[in-house]
């Protein structure tokens, strides 16, 4: 019985719809075991319960316990992460960015700003039902904010399931540095390198800092402190003020456009036309790819989406705040 | 002393009436005689009391008084005790002992003193509404401040921050530990943090494969727990089940202090065990379980006592409540008397019932195991179970759902014609005498710790060295790693996956999705049930008759991959009941031993059932009035399972034909599985029975002999008659290999039941029913199954 015949067998017993495959073909050369052909084997049981010993003794393990994988259908081989096929040559294997900390790249760009007001009034952006919640966190939120307060945050992360095995891969702020829009980003290049990473960050972090990010209130800052608690850090995101664009643009031109992406706002507002871009949904498979020996190539991509995501951020910041009530809230 | 019941005690006011428990058992006894093969009285008893304890803050102890709470009972006091030493603690008493005191004393204790919180783990939605409406009540009359609520797949998102922040005791079940909880966990982290108990209630049905799964999500907990520093205690509670202090440290896989000796006072509880009368000797034919059922309960009711039916399967829940309700419920201008319940109600239409119950406004309710834990229903009288349950335990679990008004209370068992129960009933002896059955696990079984590996690697990393419970998960883990799932680096296994492995894994089944029954009646699309994955192809396939509150629905389209079930209201005077076939294939061979002149094999083997049509059975005569066909796809299994075989040599010298080899061979499958399912606690469904002639062709999946193709060899040489008694569950779930062990202790059994048998040519009790056509032939089915039997047992 092949191996994939034996995946597809399982996971059809397990409920799985047969989608996956013909019928599992009857083996003929298994025929009914007669008493003399038999020969007693150790039962499974009791090799479950010993210890593996060495590495032989693994391996044995795992080849027995081989047939069951397939009977989860969350088990099967993802499209093009085949851990063999992905083997680059060292050259293709720079990611972007130095080497700041073990497995921590660093990449850092700075750019003209986007015509930001002298002073923001946050409390207009948010004067919304949905961000009343965030006002009560926000000591300044009636106030005008100096555009160096505001803070862009952005994450690159291996998928989009939720719970405690999502991790960010990258991390992007963007602020206003002086007369400059600076990006920095954060990037592992093994899995070890997540603390530091996650250190570095979080002291970037300024008590007066106003977070901004696209649906990263419901998605990017859980996610990172999720990220914190498991790396045992103080987690400083949960009680810092948060502007979440997605909130503002969705209120004012839910009805106006087909979808509210980040995407669709940069290039109706900003004039932003994404050229050779990558899409997120692939991100995660390019780091995997990197993390498994492959190119670092479609790294570099996701680093320039990522960078360009902030630089709309900010961009979007400074059209909103430049509009006062309509035409735009009127809608 | 009460005299016997009046025979029309309806026409008597209500008030002056005064029927108990014990009057019914001695009427039913008078007049029923030739029925009740054995009656058993357990006295009344009297309760042994203790001193609340002084170091219990008084706010709790004016919170118990202000309930009615004075004393407590030496068991509440025994708990106390232990957990006051920090011990793990499992409590086993009778229901309605006062066990929630046990774990409830502390857990306050804890909470009032040091703010620290508990979780408590339910095995079903509704007892932990119970606990918390219950755990509100003490709180309110001690004024103690503290926060409880349920955590289940009911509870709205905007609730689930507050509980999750501000709950003092979280009331969940397993299930929604294992999807919502552990795979959120640092959403839970002061919770964690301060979490000082973990309670789990009704661990007696935490067995089998849902057992092995729960073994597992409480390792996923500890593992959790450790991360937050914290080594919660636990609190266990089980029914009466014979090793309740074993079972309790194998779930736990630590150390348990067991608490057995119940304290409180009891009623008077009489038993009958009762066999339907033989309409036909010679066929061994009894009148059906459902018949007497009946009779009883309108005995019952009609007496005004207050009774619960326990049926086993929900198409008899169906059947036994429209036969009711025939009696009882005929004028739709009155509020029903009789009502069902059963698993694949809406949740709203069971509160509805449990509700109507307690309030007193149902005096008859029939049910499935649904109704044997410990859901609050109000004071029962009469407790009838149409059919053994499958376990000693489960019979003693569901009696004691009567009397707890400390009033004498009645059980009836009821033979059904299964071979099980016809063992029972026939030795009364073996129902007074028999320890409780023990409950097993199996936490390491390959399937289950695979899933639950996966799971903990999605909530925490696996370091090198790191044990899973007592299991080394090194293996699992590399296997992750070749899938893709995790990936290894400098000596942790870290999830690298997008998916979220708790979704993917159902605790209960092996199934990927439940099968919605929806309603199309006039245009309409309402969801009216919900079925097993493992159930479906047995009761909704396109024609079948699906019941719901006896209200026939009938099938008229499976959607199979989309898991939904077309019905409409219909009113037909039938039921179905499918007809399925097995193939078995070795694949395998783990060990052997010689048995008599054959031997006896355990392996792997490769099953595939499947239902080719369904009888039609009209209501009331049950006579067969029709087939309609099935096609649905084949159900494959990959399991371990026992056989036996004979060699060519000894089938020749026992059987004059092919045929009669396998008739010899599928009665011996009926007394085999029968000793089997007593020997290791199976549930029936768990264990199955098959007979295969050694060449590819069907067999006969249950009890239909009738139906067995003649022709049942097409290689000739290929003529292997095999015996096989399989675990129903992918992988196997540790039935087998113990099964191999007491082979001979069983086959032995089987061997004594069918030689002692009083029918002449074998019946439902021995070999299975035969027809009449048996009777006059020169060998019995009965005799055959005697050689079999006797050819495993001669010595080699």
């Not at chain 2, 309790?248 to 150390?255: G, M, S, T, V, Y």
């Amino acid at each position: 019985m092949t191996h994939l015949a034996r995946l597809r067998a399982l996971r059809r017993q397990a409920g799985a719809t047969p989608s996956c495959g013909p019928p599992l073909p009857m083996d003929a050369t298994t025929a009914i075991a007669t008493p003399g052909a038999c020969a007693p084997l150790c039962r499974p049981a009791d090799a479950a319960k010993g210890k593996a010993d060495g590495a032989a003794e693994l391996q044995r393990r795992v080849a027995s316990l081989r047939g069951l994988l397939g009977r989860r259908e969350a088990l099967r081989l993802p499209p093009g992460l085949d851990a063999s096929s992905s083997r680059a040559p060292i050259g293709d294997r720079i990611p972007p960015g130095i080497e700041v900390a073990a497995g921590v790249h660093l990449i850092q760009c700075s750019y003209a700003p986007p015509p930001m007001p002298d002073a923001i009034h946050i409390a207009a952006l948010r004067s919304l039902p949905q961000q009343r919640h965030a006002r009560r966190h926000d000591p300044d939120g009636d106030q005008f904010v100096s555009g160096s307060r505001l803070l862009a945050i952005d994450t690159e992360t291996t998928g989009l399931a939720g719970g405690t095995g999502t991790r960010a891969f990258m991390i992007g702020v963007a602020d206003l540095d002086g007369d400059r829009l600076r990006v920095r980003q954060l990037l592992t290049t093994t899995m070890g390198g997540e603390a530091a990473m996650l250190r570095m960050f979080a002291a970037w972090l300024r008590p007066d800092h106003v977070l901004v990010s696209y649906n990263g209130r419901s998605y990017d800052r859980p996610l990172l402190s999720t990220r914190l608690r498991l790396a045992r850090l103080q987690d400083p995101l949960a009680g810092m003020p948060h502007l979440d664009l997605l909130h503002v643009t969705r209120r004012a031109y839910r009805r106006v456009w087909q979808n509210c992406r980040l995407a669709t706002a940069e290039r109706e507002l900003l004039g932003v036309v994404r050229d050779d871009d990558l899409p997120g949904s692939e991100a995660p498979a390019a780091w995997l790819g990197y993390l498994r020996g492959g190119s670092s190539h479609a790294l570099h991509r996701v680093a320039a989406h990522n960078d360009q995501d902030l630089r709309s951020l900010m961009g979007l910041v400074a059209h909103f705040a430049t509009f006062t009530g309509s035409p735009v809230h009127g809608k | 002393m009460l005299a016997i019941a009046p025979a029309r005690p309806v026409a008597l006011p209500r008030q002056e009436w005064r029927a108990d428990g014990r009057a019914l058992a001695r009427r039913l006894q008078s007049k029923y005689s030739d029925r009740i093969t054995g009656a058993l009285v357990l006295p009344a008893r009297a309760g042994r009391y203790a001193d609340v304890p002084g170091e219990l803050p008084e706010s709790i102890v004016s919170a118990l008084r202000a309930r009615g709470v004075d004393q407590l009972y030496s068991h509440q006091l025994e708990a106390w005790e232990a957990t006051q030493r920090g011990e793990h603690v499992v409590v086993v008493t009778p229901t309605a002992s006062g066990k929630t005191l046990c774990y409830t004393l502390p857990v306050l204790a804890a909470a009032t003193l040091n703010q620290s919180r508990a979780l408590y783990l339910f095995p079903t939605k509704a007892l932990a509404q119970d606990q918390v409406a219950e755990l509100l009540e003490i709180n309110k009359a001690g004024n103690l401040g503290l926060r409880a609520s349920t955590f289940d797949g009911d509870t709205p998102g905007d609730a689930r921050q507050a509980v999750r922040l501000h709950g003092d005791i979280v009331v969940s079940n397993p299930d929604m530990l294992h999807t919502a909880i552990l795979p959120h966990h640092t959403k839970w982290a002061q919770f964690f943090e301060s979490l000082r108990y973990v309670v789990i209630d009704e661990i007696h049905t935490y067995r089998g494969v849902f057992g092995s799964h729960v073994a597992n999500v409480l390792r996923r907990l500890k593992r959790i727990c450790a991360f937050y520093g914290v080594h919660p205690q636990f609190i266990l509670c089980s029914a009466t089940i014979g090793n309740p202090h074993e079972h309790a440290e194998a779930l736990l896989e630590d150390r348990v202090t067991a608490i057995t000796e119940s304290g409180a006072p009891s009623g008077e509880k009489h038993v009958l065990l009762w066999n339907p009368p033989v309409v036909n000797r010679d066929l061994g034919l009894r009148a059906s379980a459902r018949s007497q059922s009946t009779r009883i309960a309108r005995s019952a009711i009609r007496a005004g006592l207050k009774t619960l039916v326990f049926a086993q399967s929900r198409i008899m829940v169906e059947v036994i409540t429209k036969y009711l309700k025939d009696v009882f419920d005929h004028d739709p201008r009155k509020p029903p008397r009789i009502r069902a319940y059963r698993g694949g109600y809406l949740p709203t239409e069971r509160r509805e019932v449990e509700r109507s119950m307690r309030a007193g406004c149902i005096d008859g309710i029939v049910s499935t195991s649904a109704l044997e834990l410990g859901v609050d229903v109000g004071a029962l009288d009469v407790v009838l179970c149409n059919g053994y349950p499958g376990s000693i335990a489960a019979t003693w679990q569901r009696f004691g759902r009567a009397g707890r008004r400390q009033q004498p209370s009645l059980g009836v068992l009821i033979a059904s014609s299964e071979p099980l129960d016809q063992y029972l009933v026939r030795h009364p002896e073996f129902f007074r005498d028999a320890p409780p059955e023990h409950a097993r696990i199996h936490a390491d079984q390959d399937l289950i710790a695979l899933d639950h590996v996966r799971c903990a690697a999605f909530e925490l990393p696996f370091a090198s060295g790191e044990l899973f419970g007592m299991l080394d998960p090194e293996p699992y883990l590399e296997l992750l790693v070749e899938a893709s799932v995790l990936h290894r680096e400098d000596g942790r296994w870290e999830w690298i996956a997008d998916s979220y492995p708790a979704g993917a894994v159902s605790l209960r089944s092996v199934a990927d999705g439940n099968f919605v029954v929806v309603d199309r009646t006039d245009g309409r699309q309402t969801i009216v049930a919900e079925v097993d994955y493992s159930a479906a192809a047995l009761t909704l396939y396109e024609g079948a008759i699906h019941m719901v509150q006896a209200a026939p629905y009938q099938v008229e389209k499976l959607d199979w991959t989309g898991r939904k079930a077309f019905v409409t209201r219909t009113s037909v005077d039938y039921y179905t009941d499918a007809i399925d076939y097995t193939k078995l294939r070795v694949l395998s061979c783990f060990e052997l031993a010689a048995m008599g002149d054959g031997s006896v094999q355990h392996g792997e083997v490769h099953v595939v059932r499947r239902v080719s049509g369904y009888k039609k059975i009209r209501y009331y005569t049950h006579e067969n009035i029709g087939y309609g066909p099935v096609s649905l796809p084949d159900q494959e299994l990959q399991t371990t399972a026992i056989w036996w075989q004979l060699p060519l040599a000894a089938l020749e010298r026992l059987f004059g034909s092919r045929q009669q080899a396998l008739d010899a061979f599928l009665g011996a499958s009926h007394a085999l599985h029968v000793l089997a399912s007593l020997a290791v606690m199976a549930d029936a469904r768990d264990l199955q029975r098959s007979v295969g002639t050694g060449d590819d062709s069907w067999n006969v999946g249950a009890h239909r002999r009738a139906l067995q193709p003649a022709s049942a060899s097409t290689s000739p040489d290929a003529f292997l008659p095999t015996l096989y008694l399989y675990d129903n569950y992918p992988g196997g779930i540790g039935l087998s290999a113990p099964l191999f062990d007491r082979a001979r202790e069983i086959v032995d059994g089987a061997r004594a039941l069918v030689e002692r048998c009083d029918c002449k040519a074998g019946c439902p009790a021995c070999v299975g029913p035969v027809l009449a056509a048996d009777e006059v032939l020169e060998i019995t089915p009965k005799q055959l199954a005697v050689r079999v039997l006797a050819a495993f047992a001669t010595p080699a």
